[in-house]
């Protein structure tokens, strides 16, 4: 379900906020270069320690001595080659037959049983390994935190965290910032899963591994994805759609040396996949600490046919909506408006499974004023308040609404209290306060119904400037 409590402000500071630079160089491959970062990297060493021993207290490790030394070996042989090899970097399996694999701040990464169960040879499980190093040698686990901490604590909050006294976990601890797998730290925005798979395939082409073994890994997890769902519940819950990734890691192959005589198979690979094998079948998976109890979906009608019209109360705009939906939340330029049983909440939250927010975006002007800018603005400010979300990779397209010209993307997403799959279309238009955007929301499985309507809406609708 979409976290209704979008940020509408951004100060000057969120220019400072881009987790990467991306160039390309002239020479060849994309250049990379870590985000702003608060923690120094002896800090994320230090939380991704405590990261792990708190996490494998819940997980199931494989303890044997040959898995773990060639695990160990070659991701430690990828890892020399990274934007950071200084790191400790330590590689662990976790007896699960669940596809994934996610690595903490300062190089402790963790592989899935299943996921060397279905890779077909060594390249593939590399540039999973690839993929997982670059995260940690990029830092994105604490650029993500230190986003989140320039955006909420104050700057005396964030100045003690540097001390030599290591109180960072208490700060940490104060502000409601957790270390564990569903912490904040491992919720990347598309821009961090990109920038890895790319800093990912050049570490594992400079090891001299087929860097095309990232290719074919991603182009079996989308067959999988409609075959054998369940096997990439987590997987999909943190990663973006294969087929996205697929195409980009290709065009980053194309600027890489060409390499003669690439590794794509080793004895050691099938020598540890027929060991598997031979084990017991991997226990039922625990609920983990931490982890919300999938909810079932709450029943909701489905759109009327009829239509009333809505406008705002300052006059700011109006469309028409199916006569069933009904306002739950106007504040200021904004609303949100849901058929029953289309949002539950939480706290001071509100999630909605069905409906839309309407709404003003305060644009940071130094980061772009184009149309395009602003609406990358939001994505991002959206994504980092639901990071279960990705864009549709060709699903951005732009129309004319009212007589401007607006942007719709399509973003989806495995849903946290759900486990369900859900489409999020945005259209944006621009407007002389910031950007004007409809945020629509619905189940993937309901799409093919909601998606007229909220067409129809967009097409009713009408602004005051």
Same mark, same amino acid.
């Given at each position: 379900m979409l976290l209704a409590s979008l ?44 990261? &792990? +021993?708190?996490? !494998?207290? /819940?997980? #199931? @490790? ?10 160990? *070996? ?54 999973v390994l690839g993929h997982e190093i ?54 990347? &925005? +598309?821009?961090? !899963?990109? /920038?890895? #798979? @790319? ?10 591994? *087929? ?18 769902p369940g096997m990439l519940e987590s ?94 939340? !106007? ?135």
């Amino acid at each position: 379900m979409l976290l209704a409590s979008l940020r509408k402000k951004w100060t000057y500071c969120a220019g400072l906020l881009g987790l990467m630079v991306l160039l390309d160089s002239v020479s060849g491959q994309t250049q990379l270069r870590p985000g702003m970062n608060f923690f120094s990297v002896k800090q994320d060493v230090e939380i991704g320690r405590e990261a &792990s +021993r708190e996490t !494998e207290k /819940q997980l #199931d @490790l494989l303890h044997d001595s040959d898995a773990k030394s060639y695990l160990n *070996d070659l991701g430690k042989s990828v890892a020399k080659h990274s934007k950071n090899p200084d790191l400790p970097y330590e590689f662990k399996l976790v007896n699960s037959k669940e596809i994934n694999a996610f690595a903490f701040p300062g190089g402790f990464i963790y592989v899935n049983r299943g996921l060397i169960e279905a890779a077909d040879n060594e390249s593939e499980l590399a540039g999973v390994l690839g993929h997982e190093i670059s995260h940690a040698a990029l830092r994105h686990g604490t650029n993500q935190m230190s986003k989140q901490l320039l955006i909420t604590a104050p700057l005396s909050i964030i100045g003690g965290l540097f001390g030599e006294g290591g109180g960072w976990k208490e700060q940490l601890a104060a502000l409601g910032i957790s270390l564990g797998v569903n912490g904040l730290m491992m919720k990347y &925005s +598309r821009n961090a !899963e990109s /920038q890895a #798979d @790319l800093a990912g395939v050049q570490a594992v082409q400079a090891s001299n591994i *087929d860097p095309e073994g990232m290719m074919t890994f991603f182009k079996k997890l989308e067959g999988l994805r409609k075959t054998q769902p369940g096997m990439l519940e987590s997987f999909f819950a943190s990663h973006p759609a294969p087929q996205d990734r697929e195409r980009t890691v290709g065009e980053e192959i194309v600027k890489l040396p060409l390499l003669k005589n690439p590794q794509k198979e080793s004895q050691e690979f099938h020598k540890l996949k027929a060991k598997l094998a031979s084990m017991p079948a991997p226990p039922a998976p625990k609920q983990q600490v931490n982890q919300p109890v999938p909810e079932q979906p709450q029943k909701v009608p489905e759109p009327s046919s009829r239509s009333v019209a809505f406008e705002q109360r300052d006059g700011l705009y109006q469309f028409e909506i199916p006569d069933n939906w009904r306002v739950v939340s !106007e504040s200021g330029a904004g609303v949100t408006i849901v058929p029953p049983g289309g949002a539950r909440s939480y706290g001071d939250q509100t999630q909605i499974s069905h409906g839309m927010m309407v709404n003003l975006f305060e644009v940071n002007t130094s980061r772009g004023s184009r149309l395009e800018d602003a609406t990358d603005q939001f994505l991002d400010n959206l994504q980092h308040g639901n990071p279960h979300l990705h864009v549709v990779r060709g699903s951005q397209a732009k129309f004319n609404l009212s007589g401007q010209k607006a942007i719709r993307t399509l973003l989806t997403g495995i849903a946290p209290r759900t486990n369900q799959w859900e489409n999020v279309w945005v259209v944006t238009r621009g407007h002389p306060d910031g950007l004007f955007y409809f945020v629509f929301v619905s189940p993937e499985s309901d799409f093919h119904t909601y998606k007229p309507m909220f067409d129809r809406i967009v097409k009713s609708a009408r602004f005051s400037r």
